[in-house]
């Protein structure tokens, strides 16, 4: 052919089956296929190989024979000025497309990708939102070409289930026999006529990618003669064959859209295999499909081992003799539902009966870890890289932060410092997008000095990596560029203080001054107070880190001192006449508040010790603190005033007075006198049930105060006999929100006390019946049973007496 001239060549038609190209059709990471393209390469010894996939990705060819890499990886495609658009091309070892290009590699035979450039495949959606794709080659079946080929073979070969078809009419081969292009020329048969039945599906894209295709096997024709082999899609192989004209297929091409596009090789995952996952490439057990690829003989055998070694490491007890019967259950099952041998349906049905136990929560798990995988393949070094990804790498091999699929925590102790440059690590990555870590709470310490994160690497953080190249080459000049950057176009005062808080964990000294001047501005601006008690908490939390990461925060101290003095001049006129949403959201502030004023007044200038003067309880009467008073003193005054104004909603008072009362500037005698007032009857029910969820609902240990004082659970008790029956349904809704919170324990013991009458009576009665926690005296020895714990926690010595563990302690 190649001796033709070249005009003829051009004008005759392209691969009639009698010469030409060897069209091997596949399944994408189908390991059926991947065995028979090696028999068919094999017997053909083809002088050059094309691959399916974009012609960019060329010279990154050779990388697939070097010792680091392993699969499942991906080409990575993205627009060099728009990183967030990219495509996917993902291969498994079981994959035909890397079976192909480690044939050519290992047979010095020359291997090229011919499908669509990505330029072109990125530029074509240009309109639509950017995101991460799947190549088109690589989607489902169904979603390419809008029907599934598989299915409607399955269906014509009396199936319900493609994928169980497939297993036997492909992966259950016991060989390819003796002809190595059999199955290929059977399956291009089937093909053909789908494509005579249905065309391109629906999807015209394909009639583009095909007439590339085609002008590149051409090419490959003028250079190696028919001594050609071409693997792709089964799907496209009838266009391939069919005849077509070299002007109709360059017309086909003519005016396509471009986009400067940069690619590499990046690790992918089983899991991201899976259909199930969002990022499908047509297979739903790409595990299975694996061990099938891998297994030399007995694949049924090796698998059930493999399950039973799973369940054991999972302290469930599975013997040899599980696995013995398991193996021939599913072949007895094979066997009665007419199968060549036990397939994935087979085999599950076994575990389930016999090492599960019909249970489905084990079989979750191999399922899992086994069926679906969490096997996340590697790449050279040497592979391009965005700078930034090169940093990354490097950074984590200096603090042996190893990227794994499989999510697991870490606990880290910022007082050392391989643990303190991890968690700087994992903040700046939040902070340019790439969440890799996720923050948790920590199971062992609620101190600043720990912290616990839940890990897990996904290969789509390569294009979250590729995009945030655009801040910076590395991790702490980007994580700098993009705080600066998200400071200046915050919209609200929170998002604003949030952005201090992350850059004080990132440690990002360059940018915090850029934070501060815009979070100052902003806070000057900003009279919603409800943005202000917002924005507190996340600036006074960031003044703990100074202690831990030796960061300097004074600036911050001025900005939460200045900050909560504005909150405390305008929460009152706020709080005035909201309705019951509204009032609820300012309730959530007031807490915020109160939690925060408790930090800041331990670094405040104006209270160093965050310790008012003694003298006991104030009352309600007293007058505002002066400015040189403490800034708890100056919030205990406005919470007074809250308290205190009947249009303040009643939630809001109420949860006032519970926290003066918390904090010891409220006597519980005053205490019980204004739920008193506020359970009188000339207070509206819905006001007063509102009053009582303020102050012991909403988790804040209420439930304890109305067993531990029966004079405020007796004013409850008879505040709510009194409820008139009109109005019982409407104060209802708050009544069970506030005790369907308490505890079980709690519950039951408050309905002891209201069952036998709280008061005094009720309190001897409860002593008379040995109810723990209830007697007319304290018991000095369950009191002193504390005293161990006390010494542990003060470090002092057994010699020490009760008098020196009272002082310490006060």
Known sequence: MSGLPKETEEERGFGMPEGGPLLLGVRHHGPGSARAVRAALEAAAPRIVLIEGPPEADALIPLAAHQDMRPPVALLAHVVDEPGRSAFWPLAEFSPEWVAIRWALDHGVPARFIDLPATHTLAWGRDEPPSEEIAESDRPVDETVRIDPLAVLAETAGYDDPE????????????????????????????????????????????????????????????????????????????????????????????????????????????????????GAGIDSPGWYGHLFGAPDRPVERWMTKVARLLRDEDRMVSSAHVIEAVRLAETLAAMRGRPLPGLTETTDAVRAVMCEGSDVPLALVHDRLVVGDVLGEVPESAPAVPLQRDLVRSQKRLRLKPEPLERELELDLRKETDAGRSRLLHRLRLLG????????????????????????????????????????????????????????????????????????????????????????????????????????????SLRYGDVRGTDTHALTDVAAGLAERIFVGLPPACAALDAEAAEQMRRHVDAVHGAVGLLGETSPSSPDGIRPSGGPRSSADTPPSSSGGIRDRWHFVLRVLGGRDTVPGVIRGRAVRLLLDDGELGQDEAARLMGLVLSPGTAPGDAAAWIEGFVGGGSGGG?????????????????????????????????????????????????????????????EAAASGMPGFASDLDPERADAVLPVLRLLLGLDESDDVDDLVGVAG
């Open 434 to 541: 790439i969440e890799w870590g996720e923050p948790t709470v920590s199971r062992g310490s609620t101190g600043t000095f720990r912290e616990t994160w839940r890990l897990r690497w996904e290969p789509e953080l390569s294009v979250r990596v590729a995009e945030a190249g655009v801040w910076g080459t590395t991790v702490l000049s980007a994580a700098t560029a993009k705080a600066e950057a998200d400071a200046v176009t915050a919209h609200a005062l929170a998002d604003v203080t949030a952005l201090a808080e992350r850059c004080l964990l990132a440690e990002l000294p360059d940018a915090l001054p850029v934070v501060m001047r815009v979070l100052a501005d902003r806070a000057a601006l900003d009279a919603d107070v409800g943005h202000l008690a917002q924005a507190l908490p996340a600036l006074v939390r």
């Open 164 to 279: 169980r078809w497939w297993e036997d009419v492909v992966e259950h081969r016991g060989g390819v026999g003796a002809d190595p292009f059999a199955p290929f020329a059977v399956l291009e048969e089937a093909m053909g006529a789908l494509r005579e039945a249905f065309g391109v599906g629906g999807h015209d894209r394909d009639l583009v990618r095909e007439a590339y295709m085609r002008l590149q096997v051409r090419a490959a024709q003028r250079e190696f003669g028919d001594d050609v082999a071409v693997v792709c899609g089964a799907w496209h192989v009838p266009a391939l064959r069919g005849r077509s004209t070299v002007a109709a297929d360059r017309a086909l091409l003519k005016g396509l859209p471009k986009a400067k596009a940069d690619m590499t090789w990046v690790p992918w995952t089983h899991r991201r295999l899976s259909r199930v996952s969002g990022y």
């Open 704 to 764: 304890m105060l109305l067993v531990h004082d029966e004079r405020l659970l007796g004013l409850v008790d008879t505040w709510l006999t009194g409820v008139p029956a009109a109005a019982f349904t409407d104060v209802l809704p708050l009544l069970r929100r506030t005790f369907s919170a308490y505890e079980a324990g709690v519950r039951r013991t408050l309905g002891e006390l209201v069952r036998r009458g709280p008061g005094t009576r009720g309190s001897a």
